[in-house]
């Protein structure tokens, strides 16, 4: 690894902010950036033509997000299943909240507030390089407190199939046919805009079943519901239906 460069590719679809962590980036002796991209499907492409080491990468991109473009870039290739694959970053803001678990499950290295300083960014890269994981502290704690928040709500999470039917099984009961459907996708990491586009349904109409299920649930916010889909068993990774259990 000795006097090897960190090979570097930048994804954002503004290009300040690529310029600027190109910036950041490039001022690093064991550092280069050798591409950049405006969406997932440049980003992919770029890839697949540089091989770097570490992709920084935005969520909310059009044409592909963040997070598809992750899934594609780190499947196992073909006749090389041992070959090192390129590590990514995932930069958020607080926006991006309801993304975070779905982006854990993509396999991405490590995830930074896109308002980190330069110090943290660098030191971020080396990490991920390095083969380690990464969560910005602050990202940890938003979500600890929203599973705390969550529990208070509907009750612990655990030992759920034994007695009973608790709290949370009561109210996902009472979720019609469409709403499941809707939590599945919000489980999976669709957007609102996703999500109208695969049930062929306005937006406006998701965002109302979306209302619908958080107020149903007991709940204030996505990363909740998606926090709730998951520990309860109603969807898990790998999985895009509902389970028969719900």
Not at 155 to 166: A, I, K, Y
Not at 169 to 197: P, Y
Not at 205 to 227: E, F, M, N, P
Request: net charge neutral.
């Amino acid at each position: 690894m000795s006097g090897e460069r960190t090979r570097v590719v930048v994804v954002d679809d503004q290009w300040v902010i690529r310029a600027g962590l190109q910036t950041i980036v490039d001022n690093e002796p064991d550092m280069v950036v050798v591409g950049q991209a405006e969406d997932g499907l440049r980003a992919i492409e770029e890839v697949a033509r540089h091989r770097p080491d570490v992709v920084l990468m935005d969520i909310r991109m059009p044409r592909l997000d963040g997070l598809e473009a992750t899934r594609k870039i780190l499947q196992p290739v073909p006749g090389r299943p041992d070959e090192r694959r390129t590590a990514v970053l995932v930069l958020t803001t607080f926006d991006d909240e309801e993304y975070l678990l779905e982006a854990v499950r993509t396999g991405a290295a490590g995830f930074l507030l896109k308002d980190a300083g330069p110090d943290a960014l660098v030191q971020a890269v080396r990490t991920v390089r390095a083969g380690d994981r990464l969560i910005d502290p602050t990202m940890t704690r938003v979500l600890i407190e929203r599973c705390l928040d969550l529990e208070r709500r509907v009750g612990p999470l655990t030992g759920r199939r034994q007695g009973s039917p608790s709290t949370w099984e009561k109210r996902l009961g009472t979720l019609s046919d469409r709403e499941k459907e809707i939590l599945v996708g919000m489980a999976r990491g669709r957007s609102n805009r996703e999500l109208a586009d695969h049930l062929v349904l306005g937006e406006t109409t998701v965002k109302t079943h979306v209302s619908h299920i958080l107020g149903k649930l007991g709940l204030s916010s996505r990363v909740q519901a998606v926090v709730l889909a998951y520990e309860a068993g109603v969807v898990r990774p790998g999985e895009g239906a509902l389970r028969p259990t719900l």
